[in-house]
C-alpha cells in the first residue's frame, strides 16, 4: 500500500510539472536599459518572478487559458499585456516608462535664476544676499554678481544684457513693484526700498521669462514673501546709521501672525566720519515702517497682506559744470506708501487660485537750483536757457492700483495649466514749474501658459500674452515658448524663445501719448549641471530691439518723439558656484560677455549704450568659523570701461557726436564680517549679531562717465560720492536663534 501511494505522488508530480508553462523574458526602459528589481506577476495569482541587473527573468506557472502579465517598478508606470497559456513556453519583452516625478524631471532654466526656500536650482538665499560683501542686504547689489547684470553705480536699478534700467522689473507675490528703489539723486544710485528677509524665494530672470508677466524688455525679478514665521520674535537694529525696531507674532495655534517694523537712519554722523564729494546742506534722513498679517486658510491657502510707508529728505549741492563758480543744488523729499494683498487658494477639483491686489502711491518733491558762493539763487534771463531749466521745481505723483487672478489646474502627472488677467490703473502728474503734465492708463492682459512634460527628461512651457493700453491705444501679442532636456544625471540643456514689450517712460508719455510699445525678442540656450554642493551654468543669447524711442530736437517741445529707434544684443555668461570642494568655504564666479548696440534717444547711429561693459565678472567668497560663531566674506567685483558720449545739437537743429569715449576699467573688492557671542545660557532667549562691512576696500577710484557744459568745452568726470563705504551694526533677536541663519544656513 505504501508502495502504490508513493508510486501515485510521483506520478502526480511528474504530471504537475509536465502541466507547468515556462515565462521568461527581459524588462527595459523606453531607452532599451535593462531595468532590475522589477516585479513580473501573473495577475491575480501568486506566480511570478523580479527581473536580474540584466533585466531577465523567469518563472514557471501551472495556470491555463488567457492570463495577464503585470510588470511594476519603483519609480515607472506599470506594463500590463495579455497572454494565453498553453503547453508552449512564453517569452515577455516588457518596456517601462518612466513615472513623471517633480524630483526627476527637467526644469526649464534659460534666462532664469531660482533661489529660496522652495525652488529647485536655488542660486541666492536672502541670507545670501545679506551676507554678499558689497551688497550691504541689498537684493540689487547682490544680483549684480550673477551672471547678465552689469555694474551701473551712478544710477538705481538692474542693467541686464545690454538694456536700460527702467527694462527690468520687480514683482511681488505676483504684482508689479511701481516704484522698487528710492528716488532718483542725480549721479549717485539708490538702494531698494525692501529687506531680503521678508521673501522666501527669489527668481532673477536674465530674459525669456513666463507669460505672466510682462512690461520689461530685459528681465524680471520676482520676489515671493515669506507665509508663517517659525515663532513670535522681537528684534532690534543698532548702528551709527540705522535703527529699528520689530517684531512678528505667531499665533498660538500657528494658523496665523502679524508684525510691525519702524527704521529711522541718519548719515550725519557717518558723513562726519567719512568725508563725501558733494556739499550735504540736508542731511539725507529716512523713515520707514511696514506691517504685515497672514492667515492661513481652511483648505492649506494662505492670505497675505503686507504694507509699506517711507519718507526721506536731502539736499546736495556741486560745482556747475558751466561755471568756475556756480554751483548746482538738488533737493529732495519723498513719501512713498506700498500695499499688497495676496490669497492664495486650493479650490475643488483640482484647481489653485492665486489672487493679488496692491496699490502704491509715489510722491516727490524736487527742487533744482543754481546758487551762487553765498548759497543763494541765480536767476538768469530766457535767452540763457540751459542756465534756466537748472532752476526747476517739480512736484510729480505717481499711482498705480491692480488686481491680477491666475487659475492653475494640474492636467495629469506634473504637468500644469496657468490662465488669468490683470488690470493695471496708473495716474501719473508732474508739475515742472507751473506746467501740468499728466496722463492715465488703463492697462489689460490676458495670459496662459502650460508646463508640459513629456518624460522626465523632456519638457516645455508655452504660453501667450495679451496687452493693451488705453494711454497709448496700443495693443500686442507676445508668445513665449521653453524647452528643457535632461542630458544626463543633474545635467541638462534649456533653450527659450519669446517677445516682450514695454510701454514708454513715464517723462516720454508726458510730452506725447502718440507712441508705441517698445519691443524686443529673445533667443536663449543654455547648458546646467547642478548638484546639491555645485552648480555649473553656461549661457548664449541673442536680444533683437525694435520700436526703442528717439528723440528729436524740437523748438516748441524741445524734443519731439518717434519709436524709430533699434538695436541688439548678444553674448556669452558663465556661472560656477562651489560649496563642497573646501570646508566651510562657499564661493562663486561669474562672467559675462556682451556685444550690444542700439540707436535711441539721442543718440546719431547705432552705437554701444554708455551703461555697457563688454566684460564683467565678479568672485564672492564666504568662510564660515562654525565653532567661533563667525564668517568671513569678500566680494571682487571687475567690469571693462563703459563708452561715453556728448551729443549736441548743429544748426541744422539735429544731433551730432561732438565727443567720445570709454571710462577706465571698474574695479571694487568688498568685504564683510559676521560674529554671534555666547551670551548666558545655552537656552537664553536673546540673540545678537555683530555685523562689519567695507565696500570698495582698496579705494579704486571709479569713473561712471562724464557730465559735459553746455558748450561741450567742459566735461566733469561722475564719481561716487565717497571711495568707500562702511557699515557697522548689532542686530538684536528676542525668540528666535539667528545663529542658523547666520552661519549654518550659509554651508
Avoid at 539736499?315 to 548746482?328: A, F, H, I, Q
Wanted: a positive charge; aromatic letters at 14%.
Amino acid at each position: 500500500m505504501k508502495k502504490a501511494i508513493a508510486v501515485l505522488s510521483i506520478l502526480a508530480i511528474c504530471f504537475r510539472l509536465t502541466a507547468q508553462t515556462s515565462i521568461n523574458g527581459k524588462v527595459k526602459d523606453t531607452k532599451g536599459h535593462p531595468l532590475a528589481g522589477a516585479s513580473i506577476s501573473l495577475k491575480d495569482t501568486y506566480d511570478g518572478a523580479t527581473s536580474d541587473s540584466t533585466g531577465s527573468f523567469h518563472f514557471t506557472t501551472t495556470e491555463k487559458g488567457e492570463q495577464t502579465i503585470l510588470v511594476t517598478n519603483v519609480g515607472y508606470n506599470s506594463f500590463e499585456q495579455k497572454i494565453v497559456i498553453d503547453k508552449n513556453a512564453i517569452t515577455i519583452n516588457a518596456s517601462l516608462k518612466e513615472q513623471l516625478s517633480e524630483l526627476k524631471a527637467v526644469t526649464i532654466t534659460a534666462g532664469s535664476f531660482a533661489a529660496g526656500d522652495n525652488k529647485r536650482g536655488a542660486v541666492l538665499s536672502s541670507i545670501d544676499v545679506a551676507t554678499t560683501a558689497g551688497s550691504n542686504a541689498d537684493i540689487t547689489a547682490a544680483l549684480k554678481t550673477l551672471p547678465g547684470a552689469q555694474q551701473v553705480g551712478e544710477q538705481e536699478g538692474l542693467f541686464v544684457r545690454g538694456g536700460a534700467g527702467y527694462e527690468a522689473k520687480q514683482y511681488i507675490d505676483g504684482t508689479l513693484v511701481n516704484n522698487p528703489y528710492y528716488s532718483s539723486v542725480p549721479d549717485i544710485a539708490q538702494r531698494g526700498r525692501f529687506s531680503p528677509f521678508l521673501f522666501k524665494g527669489t527668481v532673477f530672470s536674465t530674459g525669456g521669462y513666463s507669460a505672466l508677466y510682462g512690461q520689461a524688455l530685459s528681465s524680471v525679478v520676482l520676489l515671493e514673501s515669506i507665509d508663517l514665521p517659525e515663532k513670535s520674535e522681537v528684534d532690534a537694529t543698532l548702528s551709527p546709521l540705522v535703527v529699528g525696531i520689530g517684531t512678528q507674532q505667531l499665533a498660538k495655534n500657528k494658523k496665523s501672525s502679524w508684525g510691525v517694523t519702524y527704521n529711522y537712519t541718519n548719515v550725519g554722523l557717518y558723513f562726519d566720519a567719512v568725508k563725501q564729494t558733494p556739499d550735504y546742506f540736508k542731511v539725507p534722513q529716512f523713515h520707514s515702517g511696514d506691517a504685515n498679517f497672514r492667515i492661513k486658510t481652511k483648505n492649506g491657502g494662505m492670505i497675505k497682506y503686507y504694507t509699506t510707508f517711507g519718507y526721506n529728505t536731502l539736499g546736495l549741492r556741486r560745482p556747475d559744470v558751466d561755471s568756475m563758480y556756480l554751483k548746482n543744488a538738488f533737493g529732495l523729499t519723498n513719501h512713498n506708501w506700498y500695499n499688497n494683498l495676496s490669497w492664495r487658494e486650493y479650490l475643488n477639483n483640482g484647481w489653485k487660485m492665486n489672487l493679488g491686489l496692491s496699490y502704491s502711491t509715489n510722491k516727490d518733491n524736487v527742487l533744482q537750483q543754481v546758487q551762487d558762493q553765498f548759497n543763494q539763487q541765480k536767476i538768469f534771463n530766457d535767452s540763457v536757457y540751459w542756465m534756466q531749466v537748472k532752476n526747476t521745481n517739480i512736484l510729480s505723483r505717481q499711482d498705480l492700483a491692480q488686481v491680477k487672478e491666475v487659475f492653475e489646474k494640474k492636467l495629469g502627472g506634473i504637468s500644469y495649466l496657468r490662465f488669468g488677467g490683470e488690470y493695471m490703473h496708473a495716474y501719473n502728474t508732474a508739475l515742472v514749474n507751473d506746467t501740468m503734465h499728466k496722463f492715465t492708463d488703463n492697462f489689460t492682459s490676458l495670459f496662459a501658459e502650460s508646463d508640459i512634460y513629456i518624460t522626465n527628461e523632456l519638457a516645455a512651457k508655452i504660453g501667450a500674452r495679451f496687452e493693451n493700453s488705453t494711454a497709448i491705444n496700443r495693443a500686442d501679442i507676445a508668445p513665449r515658448i521653453s524647452l528643457a532636456y535632461k542630458t544626463g544625471q543633474d545635467a541638462q540643456i534649456s533653450v527659450a524663445y519669446g517677445i516682450f514689450y514695454q510701454k514708454p517712460e513715464n517723462t516720454q508719455l508726458f510730452y506725447t501719448t502718440n507712441l508705441g510699445y517698445t519691443k524686443a525678442t529673445h533667443y536663449i540656450i543654455n547648458y546646467q549641471k547642478m548638484t546639491k554642493d555645485r552648480i555649473f551654468r553656461v549661457e548664449a543669447y541673442y536680444k533683437r530691439y525694435q520700436d526703442l524711442v528717439k528723440t528729436a530736437p524740437d523748438y516748441f517741445n524741445y524734443y519731439a518723439y518717434n519709436n524709430n529707434g533699434y538695436g541688439y544684443a548678444k553674448g556669452i555668461e558663465l556661472f560656477w558656484r562651489d560649496k563642497k570642494t573646501i570646508k566651510n568655504f562657499d564661493y562663486w564666479i561669474s562672467y559675462s560677455y556682451l556685444d550690444t548696440k542700439r540707436d535711441y534717444l539721442n543718440y546719431t547711429a547705432e552705437l554701444m549704450p554708455n551703461f555697457a561693459a563688454t566684460h564683467t565678472a565678479s568672485l564672492v567668497m564666504k568662510r564660515f568659523f562654525t565653532k567661533l560663531k563667525a564668517g568671513i566674506n569678500a566680494t571682487y567685483s571687475f567690469a571693462t570701461g563703459r563708452p561715453y558720449y556728448n551729443f549736441m545739437i548743429d544748426n541744422s537743429n539735429k544731433f551730432y557726436l561732438a565727443d567720445q569715449g570709454k571710462t577706465k576699467d571698474y574695479n571694487s573688492m568688498g568685504i564683510s564680517a559676521e560674529y554671534i557671542p555666547s551670551l548666558g545660557k545655552q537656552n537664553q532667549k536673546t540673540f545678537v549679531v555683530l555685523f562689519a562691512s567695507v565696500t570698495n576696500v582698496f579705494g579704486y577710484n571709479a569713473v561712471y562717465g562724464y557730465n559735459y557744459s553746455y558748450s561741450g568745452l567742459v566735461k566733469q568726470a561722475i564719481e561716487p560720492p565717497a571711495k568707500r563705504f562702511y557699515f557697522v551694526g548689532c542686530f538684536i533677536s528676542w525668540g528666535v536663534d539667528r545663529t542658523q541663519d547666520a552661519i549654518n544656513n550659509n554651508l
